[in-house]
């Protein structure tokens, strides 16, 4: 029989260093952090990423999750040093120890530790909801090989729009539009 549709919030990597340098930093936070209440009221398991790796000390200033995302008591929180959020991690225990189906991706930065842990959900049997509008990266100047912030973004919305994962369901969705308490039906070519 299958498991019932339950989502849990991922808030990936929200910390004082990279949000420094995000792009739409303010705006990002402030629409996670509106995701984060209306998951907490509806009962849904928060689970908040931190990287420690590649100069992240922890106890710094730098490592620490911004003030408006700071896990409250009793919230998950998965330290990782590589953007596989699964990787070497207990966070694959850790959703399904609350019987997760389906996790909600937000966080920093969109080609980089956002897209690994997405499609690494996707693998490890979990149904996607990549938030259109709550994922960001780094600002960059202009003129480099990266892609602006902004079409990197939407470049990564776009190819989520249009990745099949057989048995998954992948959706992408602006940060108004998730419905933490809406059931949704399987995909038809999702496996029993």
Known sequence: MPLPHTSA?????MQNSPVAIAHRAAETVALIAGLRERAKAAGVPVVTIQD?????EPDTHGWRVVPELAPA????????????SFLGTDLDK???????TEVV???FATEICVDTTARQALSHAYD????????TTSVR????EYAAPARSIAHHNE????????????RVLPAAEVDFAAPRKPRADSAP
Do not use: C, N, Q, W
């Not at 919030?9 to 990597?13: E, M």
């Not at 008591?73 to 596989?84: I, L, Y």
């Not at 100047?141 to 480099?144: A, L, T």
């Open 9 to 13: 919030l991922l808030v990936i990597d």
């Open 52 to 56: 420690h790796g590649g100069g992240m």
């Open 141 to 144: 100047p202009d003129g480099g």
């Open 105 to 107: 991706v937000t966080g």
């Open 94 to 100: 850790v959703l399904k120890e609350r019987g997760v």
């Open 159 to 170: 190819i989520f729009r249009h990745l099949a994962f057989p048995g998954r369901s992948i």
């Open 128 to 135: 996607l909801v990549l938030v259109a509008d709550g994922h």
């Open 73 to 84: 008591d009793g919230e998950s929180v998965v330290r990782k040093a590589s953007p596989d």
